[in-house]
């Protein structure tokens, strides 16, 4: 999750739209899959740049959120579970972003408690909100431009 504070104090969390098997947009935290050879931390990392085209650095382990989902083509059921790091804004303008999402936007906390779809991801910005943690160094860095 990740987060920048603003000059009156208030806390900021960005958030995605993507659209539903319902194909109604819902608002998440940005998350996704774990690469072959990355650590959790790096793939989080990765992932809102992907997704966001937002810069982060990253802080301690908030928490994880497990669940099951049905894979539509395959209709194979999944348990998936989303590690969730404190990160704070690298302060850069965006750049480019996948098309994962339909939208980007930075909230206050107090919106981002109304327009989160699930009650999980609304707990950990509540912690998130409450809390105001010290910065950890990834342990290596991720190119995103190099080929793998």
Not at 5 to 22: H, K
Not at 49 to 61: D, F, M, N, S, V
Request: charged fraction near 30%; glycine fraction near 8%.
């Amino acid at each position: 999750m990740v987060c920048d504070d603003r000059p009156d104090g208030r806390r900021w969390v960005l958030l995605i739209a993507r659209r539903n098997a319902a194909g109604k947009p819902q608002w998440t935290l940005p998350k996704g899959g774990i690469e072959a050879g990355e650590t959790d931390e790096e793939a989080a990392l990765r992932e809102v740049r992907e997704e966001t085209g937002h810069g982060a650095i990253l802080g301690p382990l908030l928490g994880t959120i497990d669940y099951w989902f049905v894979w539509r083509p395959d209709q194979i059921r999944y348990h998936k579970f989303v590690h969730y790091f404190f990160m704070w804004w690298d302060g850069l303008a965006a750049g480019a972003r996948d098309d994962e999402a339909e939208h980007v936007e930075w909230v206050p906390v107090d919106v981002a408690l109304v327009r989160l779809a699930h009650r999980n991801e609304r707990k950990l910005v509540e912690a998130a909100a409450a809390t105001r943690p010290a910065l950890v160094q990834p342990v290596r860095t991720v190119d995103l431009g190099a080929d793998r």
